[in-house]
C-alpha cells in the first residue's frame, strides 16, 4: 500500500480534531440481514419523516449504497448533523443457491448475486470517504464473524469512531452481552430497530460518539 | 488420492511479498481449490481488499467466494497503533464450498474442511 495514503489513513484522525467538520459522514456497516436498511429507515423516519430504503428477509436486498445527506439529529440540547450511507451488506462468499431458497427463480437469483458482489466491493470503497461508522450486529447471531472482524479492524487502523449496534433484541435469542464480549473496547448499544426499542439511547450514543 | 492440498505460509515469506502479491497468491489457490494458512495473516486493510478482489473473482458457478478463520488483531500501544504497521495472526482462508466454519470463539475456531461431492 502506498506510504502516502497509509499516512492519510493513520494521521487522518489528527487533522479531522482540528478540522472538524460541521456534518459528520457515517457509515452504516454490517452483515447481510443485520437490520441496516431497518436502522437507516427508523433514523430517517424519527429525524426527517422519510425513509432510505426497502428492507426484506432475503439476504442482500440493499445492493447499491444509499447516501442521506443533512440528518439533524437533537439530543439534550445537542444537535448532530449527518450525511448517513447506508452499505449493502458485507460478505466473504455470495452463493446464488442461497437465493432459491426464498423463492427467486434462478435468472432473477444470478442477477442478485452479481449486483450483491458488486455492492460489498461498494461498500469497501466508501471506508476511506467516511467520518464514522455505525456497524450493526444481530443480537442472535455469533459476532465473531469474518465481516464484522474485518470492519473493526479497519476502523481502528484508520481511527475512525465506532459505534456498534446490537440490533434485534426483540428476538428472545438476543444476547448483546455476548458482541459487548466480543468487542470489549468499543461501545454497543442494544436497540431494535425493527421494533424502536432503546432507540433513544441510541440517539445519545450518537451524539456522545459522534458530535 | 483423494484430499484437500493445504499451502502453508511462512511469516517470513508473507513479509518478503507486497500486499498485491499476497493477494494474487491467495485468489489463485483458493480458486484452485487449495487452502492456504498464513503465519502472520493479513492487515486489516488487506483483509478489505481481499474480499473486494473475491467480488471481482466470484463466478456464480465454480467459485462464490471465501470461507476466513482468524483471530482479532491484538490492540497495540497508543504509538505503536500510530506508527507500527499493522500485524496480522494466524489465518487459513479456503474456498467457501470446502471450508466452513462451525464455531467461532475470541480464541478458539473450529472449522471443517469438505472434500468434493
Known amino acids: 500500500m502506498g506510504l502516502i495514503l497509509r499516512l492519510k489513513r493513520r494521521f487522518g484522525f489528527i487533522f479531522k480534531w482540528f478540522f472538524k467538520k460541521d456534518k459528520m459522514r457515517i457509515g452504516i456497516y454490517g452483515p447481510p440481514n443485520a437490520g441496516k436498511t431497518t436502522l437507516a429507515n427508523r433514523i430517517l423516519r424519527d429525524w426527517t419523516g422519510d425513509i432510505m430504503g426497502s428492507a426484506s428477509e432475503v439476504p442482500h436486498e440493499t445492493r447499491r449504497s444509499r447516501l442521506r445527506e443533512g440528518v439533524r439529529i437533537e439530543v439534550d440540547g445537542k444537535s448532530l448533523d449527518l450525511d448517513i450511507i447506508d452499505t449493502p451488506g458485507l460478505a466473504t462468499k455470495i452463493d446464488f443457491h442461497e437465493f432459491l431458497k426464498y423463492g427467486l427463480d434462478e435468472t432473477e437469483a444470478k442477477r442478485r448475486a452479481k449486483e450483491a458482489t458488486e455492492g460489498v466491493i461498494e461498500a469497501i470503497k466508501w471506508l476511506d470517504d467516511l467520518d464514522g461508522i455505525l456497524l450493526v450486529m444481530d443480537s442472535a447471531d455469533d459476532p465473531f464473524t469474518q465481516v464484522n472482524v474485518t470492519v473493526v479492524g479497519n476502523i481502528e487502523a484508520r481511527n475512525l469512531p465506532l459505534l456498534i449496534v446490537a440490533n434485534k433484541i426483540d428476538l428472545p435469542a438476543a444476547s448483546p452481552a455476548r458482541i459487548k464480549s466480543a468487542f470489549p473496547q468499543h461501545p454497543v448499544v442494544p436497540i431494535s430497530a425493527l421494533k424502536g426499542l432503546n432507540i433513544d439511547s441510541l440517539y445519545k450514543s450518537l451524539a456522545d460518539r459522534f458530535g | ?117
Open chain 2, 1 to 117: 488420492m483423494e484430499g484437500v492440498q493445504l499451502n502453508m505460509v511462512s511469516r517470513e515469506r508473507l513479509d518478503r511479498m507486497a500486499s498485491m502479491e499476497k493477494l494474487r497468491m491467495i485468489i489463485d489457490e483458493v480458486k484452485s481449490g487449495r487452502i492456504i494458512v498464513l503465519e502472520s495473516g493479513l492487515s486489516p486493510e488487506e483483509e478489505a481488499k481481499l474480499i473486494e478482489m473475491t467480488m471481482v473473482e466470484i463466478d456464480h458457478e465454480k467459485f462464490v467466494g471465501i470461507e476466513v478463520e482468524t483471530y482479532r488483531q491484538k490492540t497495540g500501544s497508543f504509538l505503536g497503533r500510530l506508527f507500527g504497521k499493522p500485524k496480522g495472526r494466524l489465518t487459513v482462508i479456503g474456498p467457501a464450498n470446502r471450508l466452513e466454519t462451525l464455531h467461532r470463539q475470541s480464541d478458539f475456531i473450529t472449522a471443517m474442511v469438505k472434500f468434493e461431492d
